[in-house]
C-alpha cells in the first residue's frame, strides 16, 4: 500500500511540474512587454534625453563663421591735401571673413528651462502611452475569462453527457423489461449527439480565443493550458470601501504631467523677458580689417561683453500669464470630469457586483433542487413512469441551472476585474 501511495505522490508531482498554468496577471505583464506599442517608451527616453542634451549645450560657446564681399560705388574720402603726405583712399573692392565666439555668462535662467520642459514634455508622451497601454488589460480580460467560461461550460457539457448516457442505459433496462421503447433510446442518442455537437462548436471557440490571447502575450497556447481561477476578493463585503479608495488610474498622472508643463511655460514667460549677458570674440582677417583705411589684408580681433533685454515681451506678460492659467483651469476640468465619470461608472460596477451576488447565493440551491428532480426521473424512467422527453427535459433543466451559476461566477470575476480596471486599485 504505501509503494503504491508514494507511486501516486510521485506522478501527481510530475503531472503539476508539466502541467502548463496561465494567470490573467501573467497576461498582463506578457502582453505589456510584447506590445509593439511599448517599443515607443524606449524612443521617447531617447529623445528626452537627446533634448536635454542639447540643451545643456547651450552653455558651450556659440562660434559662427560669417564672410562678406562687397563692391561699393564710393567710399569715404578725407578731405585734405597736406604737402608731402599721401592720404590713402579706401577702396571700394572689400570683404572679411572672421570667426565669433559667443559664451553666455547669465541667461536669466533659460537653458536650466528648457531642459525641464524636455523632461516634462517627455514625461507627457510617456504617460499617454502608459494610458493607451493600461486600455491593454480590458482586451485581455474579455479574452481570459472568455476561454475560462468556455472551460468550464466543456466541464459542464461531460456532466450532461454523463447523465444522458446514464438515460440510455436505463431505457435499455426498460426496453430489456418491456416496458420501454426503443424509439426513447434513440431519442436520447440523438440528444447525446447534440450535446457532442454543442461540445464541438466550445472547443473551437476556446480555441479561437487562445489563439488571440496568444498574439497578445506572444506565447503559444496549447489547448490543454490551464488558466487560474482568480480568487473573487470583492466578494466578501469588508472590501467593498477598497474599491471607493483613491483613484490610480494613469489618466490622472497625465492630467498632472500636463499641469506640471504650464507651471513650466508660465515660468518661461518671466525668464524671456529678463536681461541676458554673454562675452564675445571675433577674430578674422578682412580689407580693410578695423583700420578704415588701411588698403591692404590684414588680420583682425576684437572681444568684450554683450547685453540684451527684450522689453516687447513686457507688452503682451499679463495676457500670455492669463492664457497659462486658462489651459491650467481647463485640464482641472477635464481631471474632475473624468473623476466624476469614472465615480459614476464604479457604482454602476458595485451595482452589478451586489447582483450577480445576491444571484450567485440562489444559483446553488436551484441546481440541488433540478438534481433531486433529475434523479427522481432517471427512476422514474427505468421502471417506464415517464417517457424520454419527461427525463430530458429535468436533464436539461439541471444543465440550464449549472449553466446559469457559471456565467454568474464569471460574471462576478469580471465585475471585480471591472472594479479593478476602474479604480487603477490591484488588489
Known sequence: MKSIFFTFIICFIRFCASAQLLS??????????????????????KSTGYSIEN????????????GQISYQTDVTKVPLQLPGMNIPEMDKGQYRIFAEANQILYDGGAIKLQQKLGKVNGAIEAQKLEVELYKLEERINQLFFGVLFITEQLQQNDLIKKDIQLGIDKANIAVANGSGLKSSVSMLKAELLKVEQRGIEQRYSRKGFLDMLSLFINKTLPENIKLLKPDMKLLKPEAEPLAFAQIRRPELKLYDEHLSGLDEQERSIGVKNRPKFSAFLQGGIGKPALNMLSTGTEPFAIGGLKMSWPLSGLYTLKKEKAIVDVNRKSIGLQKETFLLNTNIQLKQQHAELEKLRELTASDEEIIALRASVKKVSAVQLENGAINTSDYLRDVNAEDQARQIRLLHEIQLIIAEYNIQNTTGIKY
Open 55 to 66: 540643451a545643456a549645450k547651450g552653455y558651450l560657446p556659440q562660434i559662427n563663421v560669417n
Open 24 to 45: 490573467v496577471e501573467d497576461c498582463y505583464k506578457a502582453a505589456r512587454q510584447n506590445y509593439p506599442l511599448v517599443q515607443q517608451l524606449e524612443l521617447i527616453s
